[in-house]
């Protein structure tokens, strides 16, 4: 059953009459609220998500709930709010450490990569490092060149990270919840652009496990892959594309490590086509990935060329215009994938 | 800051005999490990290179003798010391230098990747020098779950400069946090010398800056580091906030156990610094004081030999990990 709108209904929720619709932000607390409920190692660091709830409400009320010790405003020094995550982790608790923008993980990069990742390889296993990294990316409204980023294939290419890019507010919730049982430095890489979006969520407990793509819409012809903001673009474009008679399938990946592959290798095996469809950059990126494991194990599954459509190389542009330019658009992708429909290898 | 630095801080010697055999006996330890380290790297046994804490014993020895077993050390690329200092057993350090299955991190550190969480050793590091913020974050830990434990944070003067001391130091004061921060000053990192990359060489006075006690001590007189390391962990126990250590003090060796280090630093300074041995000196004052005899310490060094040529053979002796298990623990699982 092809689904319109994503944030109204979820697939992996049943559909009730009186189903609790709230934010993918308001998600996002009620998963960490009730993780922290549950584990007391659990603290929560970054700027502005202490009485101030979060540049995007992400925190709200998490604070005023356990208070200063557990939930405390950082000065701007992401390395220190990484170091002292890695630090707090090895010492037994279990942080999360906001960083607001995706950007700015770049100041935490070397604790990130260097420390948090390796540790517990490097020693022989006898560190774990639970740890949270929180951090939301993605153009809004000319947010320009500094505030605009998608950099989850940076972290997706370092063995001992966990990636995660939920897309619904119902995805937010089960993910965070797992990131928070698991025991690994993860990259919880929410979205700006998707904070306000609402959805279906239900209030009681459930997990979604990592590594377990949302197959979000069926269809016979082409195989749709893409990750955050981008899967409601790509539904919108599948129902475009529909009133064509192309029949496109939309996998929605959920998490880039672990990287669900039996989910996309299935699809191409019935579609014989691949469309990647990802806000970051085409070049090294999650679309590359995608890309070279149906290559290596289901070439002969493919009856036409790979398409990516991702953000155009270039650095995030501050004008209206050319932001929605560079981004993948609904319009870009029905193009695009219009025309492979053509193609033949 | 002038080279010279003993009068101020100097130790008194009124400890007892127990704590100066104690401390003589970690810094001697660490002495004979690292001769033994530069040995058979030079024999060509070794793979990687090592960064070589002689001289610098006193450091080491005097503020890990005032932690106890469950606080935390973050340590550098110069870990060796601290390792041992705060406890990781000698033959598993010197099989992880060695690259073998029994060491420490199972081979897979390596001389700056030195971990062992029994003893809270928080890792030696190839970077400089994230052990400030590693440190802080252990004691925002013991803060948050309610313990007396410290973390103990060394760096050189090197590090002292990087970032990380500022954003360490600056959040770790804000939250009080229970956290000791120690500079070994050994006035190079790498061949620069600190005086040329800096402008206020007294690292202790920055403290003032984050609105915390800076203490500058002879890094080379093992009863003062031991006064000054102790007053700073016990403040840090009774809830009073970090302190910053500046010890000063002087690398016999080069920067890596391949570099001659002279060419950047006269026979003479090199020569007056040994001359201001810290082993040597404990030993000579503890003599005049009638605290110890020449027969105690003969005895602890003997004792030592034996450790470190066990220790050795230990190493020399164990496999290097199978390909099969290389894949391993890339992540962590419940089921391990
Ligand atoms: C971020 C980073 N930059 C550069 C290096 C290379 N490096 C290793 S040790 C060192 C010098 C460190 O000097 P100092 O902190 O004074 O320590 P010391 O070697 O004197 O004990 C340098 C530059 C590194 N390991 N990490
Ligand atoms: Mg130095």
Redesign the interface.
């Known amino acids: 059953m092809p689904q319109k709108n994503i944030n109204s209904t979820s697939s992996t929720a049943s559909s009730t009459a009186d189903q609790r619709v709230i934010t993918y932000a308001q998600a996002g607390v009620e998963g960490v609220r009730e993780e922290m409920l549950r584990n007391p190692?659990i603290?929560y660091i970054g700027q502005g998500i202490g009485p101030r709830g979060g540049n995007f409400q992400q925190s709200r009320g998490l604070w005023q709930e356990f208070g200063q010790?557990?939930v405390?405003d950082?000065?701007i020094?992401e390395?220190?709010q990484?170091?002292?995550?890695?630090?707090?982790?090895?010492?037994?608790?279990h942080?999360i450490v906001d960083i607001v923008f995706m950007d700015f993980t770049l100041e935490a990069m070397?604790?990130i990569v260097?420390?948090a990742s390796?540790?517990?390889?490097?020693?022989?296993?006898?560190?774990?490092?639970?740890l949270m990294v929180r951090a939301a990316g993605g153009g809004i409204r000319s947010t320009g060149p500094h505030h605009s980023h998608t950099f989850w294939s940076f972290f997706a290419h370092i063995?001992?990270l966990?990636v995660v890019v939920p897309s619904t507010p119902y995805d937010v919730k089960g993910l965070i919840k797992t990131a928070l049982r698991d025991?690994?430095p993860i990259m919880f890489l929410e979205h700006k652009g998707l904070y306000g979006t609402k959805g279906h969520v239900p209030e009681e407990e459930y997990l979604i496990p990592f590594g377990e793509a949302n197959v979000i819409r069926s269809g016979e012809d082409v195989t749709v892959v893409t990750l955050g903001k981008m899967v409601q673009r790509s539904l919108d474009a599948a129902e475009e594309l529909q009133r064509n008679g192309i029949s496109a399938e939309v996998i929605d990946l959920r998490t880039l490590v672990p990287l669900d592959k039996e989910a996309i290798l299935k699809s191409i095996t019935k579609t014989g086509r691949l469309v990647v469809v990802d806000e970051a950059y085409a070049s090294c990126g999650i679309s590359a990935e995608v890309a070279a494991i149906v290559a290596f194990e289901a070439i002969d599954q493919l009856d036409a060329p790979v398409v990516r459509i991702c953000t155009l190389p270039t650095p995030h542009s501050f004008s209206p215009s050319t932001d929605s330019y560079l981004v993948p658009s609904v319009v870009r992708i029905v193009a695009e994938v219009s025309d492979l429909m053509k193609k033949k290898i | 800051m002038k080279r010279s630095s003993t009068a101020k801080n100097g130790s008194k010697l009124k400890q007892d005999k127990k704590i100066v055999l104690a401390l003589y006996r970690k810094m001697v330890l660490i002495r004979e490990f690292e001769m033994k380290a530069k040995e058979i790297f030079h024999s060509g046994k070794m793979p990687g290179f090592i960064h070589i804490y002689v001289g610098e014993e006193a450091v080491a020895a005097g503020v890990c003798a005032q932690l106890h077993q469950d606080d935390y050390v973050a340590s550098t690329h110069r870990g060796h010391g601290h390792a041992l200092a705060k406890g990781v057993a000698p033959r598993d350090a010197m099989a992880e230098l060695m690259g073998v299955v029994t060491g420490c991190s199972g081979g897979r550190g390596g001389t700056m990747h030195l971990y062992d969480p029994e003893v809270g050793f928080l890792g030696s590091n190839g970077v400089v020098p994230p052990g400030i913020l590693i440190a802080a974050g252990a004691g925002l830990s013991a803060q948050l779950r309610g313990t007396s434990q410290v973390a103990v944070a060394f760096f050189g003067d090197g590090g002292s400069n990087n970032g990380a001391f500022h954003e360490g130091l600056n959040l770790a004061a804000a939250w009080d946090l229970p956290v000791v921060f120690v500079c070994e000053n050994n006035f190079y990192a790498t061949e620069m010398p600190f005086s040329e990359t800096t402008k206020n060489t007294n690292v202790a006075s920055r403290a003032k800056a984050y609105g915390i006690p800076g203490i500058q001590v002879d890094g080379n007189d093992v009863m003062a580091v031991y006064e000054k390391a102790g007053e700073a962990i016990q403040r840090a126990r009774e809830g009073g906030g970090p302190t910053l250590i500046e010890c000063v003090t002087y690398r016999w060796f080069g920067h890596h156990a391949g570099d001659p280090g002279v060419s950047y630093r006269t026979k003479e300074e090199v020569a007056e610094w040994k001359e201001r041995d810290p082993i040597g000196k404990l030993r000579n004052d503890s003599i005049a004081a009638r605290l110890a005899t020449e027969t105690d310490f003969q005895r602890i060094d003997e004792e030592i030999k034996d450790v470190i040529e066990e220790s050795a053979d230990f190493a020399l002796a164990s496999p290097l990990e199978a390909d099969s298990t290389a894949l391993d623990h890339v992540f962590y699982s419940p089921a391990e």
């Open positions: 190692d603290f010790a557990r405390r950082t000065p020094a390395r220190a990484a170091g002292f995550g890695v630090g707090a982790a090895l010492a037994g608790s942080p070397g604790e260097q420390q390796t540790i517990h390889y490097i020693s022989n296993g006898r560190f774990k490092v639970p063995p001992g966990k025991e690994n």
